[in-house]
């Protein structure tokens, strides 16, 4: 099933820094469509348009969309598209301290603090713990890892060790993490523990622009097997969903952040990932266009860990969607106009979502549904 990749725009208040050096805010949205406006440098204002369009600045503004707004939005969906057992993933791309991690993982313990990926695990549960149907049943397990200067390292390693794993490709499933942690868990509690534990491990640093900027892109993955067993043929039939929850790292100007010495070179390999990201992007958004002339692009990849671990969401075989996340700060103009024209490339991205089941419980399903219609078709005969 052919779906373009989902986008989104979010942005956020004016920080402290920004505050301090009274700049102007210079983004505006309207239902489904984001603005620049004009100042000194740029006389005209830029439009573009997404799928979503989230309002965070001012609180008492009627457009203003928290946590919740933002997940029923985005998380819900792929939810669904996780219990229909198609692959799904959602990644949140912006400028360092854009509020991507708090988009992603929220900000404290308070229920509207809480971000996408808490919220859409509890949500998970609940669906889970309502399910009535003694034939059917589920299981869930869970990986988290952060790719740190183009290194691919588990959060969720019990000894705690930093080790560096390697990236693998399986011939039918693609790229892959050899060895990394796998555990499975019952609840949301046990879920939001781990994440608990993994964002202990993840690196994060100090820098100008964000006093707690993530120098790394973390992934944390859902793998939802639902088995229905099958009383007339006594099997069970499978579907396997996976389901990426991606926060990157934000791209970074060095005469911003004041990085040096680790943190440059952090910065360094940040850059060098997304921007070969953006590379990938525009290749994918050209790629519908030269498939409907005969030819077929050639797309990067491989130029990156993060490219080459994400290829299945992005034109591959997942229900995809991106979070661009933006500041509001005529400051930071540049940055977010960059960020936007990302986006709006992604919009052009094409995925071909399929249903994962085992090929024996295809063909099952498929003559049983046959069958089915053959029998009603014998009652109305014979009615």
């Not at 808490?118 to 988290?144: G, H, K, W």
Request: overall charge neutral; hydrophobic content about 35%.
């Amino acid at each position: 099933m052919s779906s373009k990749v989902k986008v989104a725009v979010r942005v956020r208040p004016l920080n402290k820094r920004e505050l301090d050096i009274d700049t102007n805010i210079v983004v505006d949205m309207d239902n489904n469509q984001t603005f620049l406006l004009p100042t000194s440098t740029q006389k005209l204002p830029r439009t573009f348009a997404f799928d979503h369009c989230f309002w965070t600045i001012d609180e008492k503004n009627p457009k203003y969309a928290d946590q919740e707004k933002v997940f029923a939005a985005l998380g819900i969906d792929v939810l669904d598209s996780a219990f229909e057992g198609y692959n799904a993933c959602i990644f949140a791309y912006g400028q360092t301290g854009s509020g991507k991690s708090y988009t992603m993982m929220g900000a404290g313990s308070e229920e509207h603090l809480k971000g996408i990926i808490p919220r859409l695990c509890d949500t998970m549960f609940a669906r889970i713990d309502q399910n009535a149907d003694p034939q059917l049943s589920f299981t869930v397990e869970v990986s988290y890892m952060e790719i740190y200067n183009e290194k691919v390292r588990d959060l969720l390693n019990p000894k705690g060790e930093k080790h560096h794993l390697k990236v693998r490709e399986h011939l039918v499933l693609g790229p892959y993490v050899e060895n990394l942690s796998k555990l499975a868990v019952r609840s949301f509690c046990d879920i939001n523990d781990l994440m608990s534990e993994g964002n202990k491990s993840r690196t994060v640093a100090a820098t100008q622009m964000n006093a707690e900027s993530s120098r790394s892109h973390a992934v944390f993955s859902i793998v939802l097997t639902q088995t229905s067993f099958d009383p007339a043929t006594q099997t069970g039939l499978e579907k396997v969903s996976r389901v990426s929850l991606v926060d990157l790292a934000g791209s970074e100007r060095v005469s911003k952040t004041g990085a040096e010495g680790d943190r440059l070179k952090e910065g360094s390999n940040i850059n060098k990932s997304l921007t070969t990201l953006g590379i990938v992007i525009s290749a994918l958004a050209e790629q519908g266009i030269a498939a409907k002339k005969g030819k077929q692009g050639f797309v990067p990849y491989r130029d990156s860990t993060l490219t080459w671990l994400l290829k299945d969401n992005l034109g591959g075989n997942s229900r995809t969607v991106m979070v661009a996340t933006i500041s509001p700060a005529e400051d930071n103009y540049e940055e977010s106009l960059s960020t936007l024209r990302y986006a709006d490339r992604a919009k052009k991205i094409v995925n071909h979502a399929v249903v994962n089941e085992d090929p024996n419980s295809r063909v099952i399903r498929e003559l049983r549904e046959e069958v089915e219609k053959l029998r009603l078709m014998l009652t109305r005969g014979g009615g």
